[in-house]
């Protein structure tokens, strides 16, 4: 069965620090992965996304994230975060070229940046 | 626009009473529809998914079901609620039959005493 593992559960940083949240898949196949970040108050978004392509993958607010297959990872990276980012941030796997959303996530990393 | 309704957003019920989850979504046809639930400290767990009207199937065996009477509605129910159905229950939706992407709804917090 897929799992996801997020080790840092905890994330504290001052503004314009740098960001890296670790992300372990276990799977076999080919698969798509995906950052969801939740914004206090607000709902699930997607931050950015992998299926397929460039191993780097860019998303909204300065986020990117590096897909290493040899490692079964994908981290989420910022360079200079900011006190706008202060949210829970998720993780998570599904079974590539299929048409379902039967995503498996990890368990989260609340990300606190001090102004 | 898409958007996606859940309702309501915090909910504190006894044990052994009714529960019952609603989930809209406007602007799409057709779509797939999913319960998630993240029990405390745990990841997002898929608990069902829907495929299509009457069309239900389940993850994890559990205290819950869910129905979808209509395309874009998507109920999760249960007879006589738990302590261990605690949690934070997420509605989502995704079109498309390749690598797509979910899109959720804000959540329901579901406490039971």
């Known amino acids: 069965a897929q799992s996801v593992s997020q080790h840092n559960h905890h994330v504290i940083l001052s503004e314009a620090a740098s960001l890296e949240l670790g992300c372990n898949y276990s799977y076999g196949g080919t698969v798509n992965l995906f950052w969801y970040v939740q914004y206090p108050g607000q709902h699930l978004q997607l931050l950015l996304k992998y299926f397929s392509g460039d191993p780097l993958v860019k998303g909204i607010k300065g986020f990117e994230a590096e897909f290493i297959k040899s490692k079964f990872s994908f981290n989420l990276r910022k360079p200079s975060v900011q006190w706008s980012d202060t949210a829970e941030y998720f993780c998570a796997v599904n079974q590539a070229n299929t048409g379902f959303q039967k995503l498996v996530f990890g368990t989260g990393t609340r990300l606190l940046v001090s102004p | 626009s898409q958007t996606i309704h859940q309702w309501p957003a915090t909910l504190v019920q006894p044990v052994g009473s009714p529960l019952s989850l609603e989930c809209t979504v406007e602007g799409t046809s057709n779509p797939n529809l999913y319960w998630y639930r993240q029990a405390a400290g745990r990841g997002l767990q898929l608990l069902f998914y829907?495929?299509?009207?009457?069309?239900i199937s389940s993850e994890v065996p559990q205290n819950l079901s869910a129905s979808r009477p209509q395309d874009r509605q998507f109920i999760l129910s249960s007879k006589k609620l738990l302590l261990s159905d605690s949690g934070f229950y997420l509605c989502?939706?995704?079109?498309?039959?390749?690598?797509?992407?979910?899109?959720f709804g804000q959540g329901t917090r579901l406490t039971v005493v």
């Open positions: 989502a939706w995704s079109v498309g039959t390749v690598n797509t992407e979910a899109f």
């Open positions: 829907s495929v299509g009207i009457g069309q």
